[in-house]
């Protein structure tokens, strides 16, 4: 039994964990909530017992096997190595060590081998790469992979609570009869429409870092350096459940049939896919499951080795709760 | 001076030509408005004039000089062989015709020679195809065009005014607290979500209508029969205006400076594309506008001679009644 922490356990993705957490079987004796002075002292219910988030300090982690971090990039970097110090393995969920050569990228059905790897840290990718990865191994692995060009429509619920909040306040207005609501929480209203930036912009090329995290994350986790990748990331309003449009390039020619069938396989992956009846996964529908929703699966009229798919998944939870989990089991060996 | 016809004036394209052709000087001296029997009777205030719906019926071409159709491929096939026989020239919005032979598809302002050829019919092409095309000419034109990969997010006004109704309703369903509201429009709920779905299957490859009108009709209008085309088409929880995401590979290398700058010397493209102010284009921001609106213009780093950008125009306006008018106008010599 180990003594496992969360930092930023009143966040969006914190309080996602908690949940995940409450539906598996970690040997977990002891559950440590941490946040900033700002949130420490709230309560939550877990698995009946009331738990006091604290507030997080360089004693928070004595004792503790695991810590996942949930509470951005700068908090990661402040404490993480304190709790590395204190013998704990982070399990971290922001962009702060993702990239770095002795820090493994792991997501948990596709390369839980390079968990091993870690010198104290171990990162969870970004949601729009985890989402989109358990699709890419197989036909990796199966047919080589030369390119993959990937439109996303994310959710604001990655963005954190006062989106959702936003979304809704804004939509409201739009129903008042306001076609031109004041915008809360983006550059512009998000309601009933479509932002073409996700995240902030990075770099002189004209791309943001959530598209160049979906480029450098998917190389380093699929172990394809040479991975050719072309994104473009927007935010819909849509409240949670990130949507992608995916074409692949393969190294050698795969049917849609047979690319269909090698998802069937995977036990992450849930194909929803008839045209008859008109049957396809959407972001309403994935929310609050684990796993990758598929759907459109057919050949790319445009490329001779190409596919094209609709890939699905709930952001909170594939796309960082559970995954983050799943390493934490592989951790203690449940 | 000459008469002109308007058959399907009181869905949302018909009364969106009206106020196109309140705002252009087109040499008209009679303008008959002309939907179903259901939806005669009604009037219509233009440039101060009440106008009734008529009935149409064979006698309704008669003295017309150009008759626009958009009421649906079926009733453009019932009535445009007796329009073309009355004499008239139709220019039809509906998909029937567009890809015969013996019929021009035309843009504006892509492809305006293209009308001298008709034998009585021009076919105006699809919203998702239109706002495109402006884009890719000026491309083909300089460097050569080898494919195009576009995923839309498209608004519900495309489907017409019930969509719109239909949105609405599910949206206040859903802030009054009902995650899963009841779908009104189309197979699932599209308030707060995104449907992989526009238009219906067609064929037996797992694409949809909507998806092959981009593919054929593209080729059609740059008269680039074998111009490469990925489509990926979805619906997503906008009033109106169309959004792509679209990535270009062109037969030499142009960079993004360039093709900025061809953009913007452009009487139809404005280019709002700045990383420093977070400018670019989006659908509110386009509705009600002509021409098509670019950003996200940057150099695709999947691709040697590759470009990405962000496309989006108001489809009821740039992407059906304005190009009809435009048309209509190149006929009348206005």
Redesign the interface.
Known sequence: MAKVAILGATGAVGRTMLQVLEERSLPIDELVLLASERSAGSTVLFKGKELTVQAVSAESFEGVAVAIFSAGATRSREWAPIAVAAGATVVDNSSAFRMQPDVPLVVADVNPHAIHSHSGIIANPNCSTMQLMPILRPVRDAVGLE???V?T?QAVSGTGQSAIDA??EE??D??AGN??PEARQY???IA??????AGS?SGD???TDEELKL?HESRKILELPDL?????C?R????N?H?E?V?LETREPLS?AAFRAMLDAEAGITVLDD?ET?T??????ATGQDGVFV?????????PN?L?C?VVADNLRKGAASNAVDIAELLLGS
């Open positions: 390119r993959i060009t439109a429509y979304l809704r939509a409201a739009v129903l076609d031109d550059p512009k209203p009933f429409d479509v932002l073409p930036v912009f090329q004209g791309y480029v050719r990748v072309s994104a473009t927007t819909v309003p849509v409240i459940g949507s449009a074409w849609a045209a008109m396809y996964p959407t972001a309403r529908q759907g459109r699966i057919r050949e790319d009229l445009g490329a190409g094209a609709w």
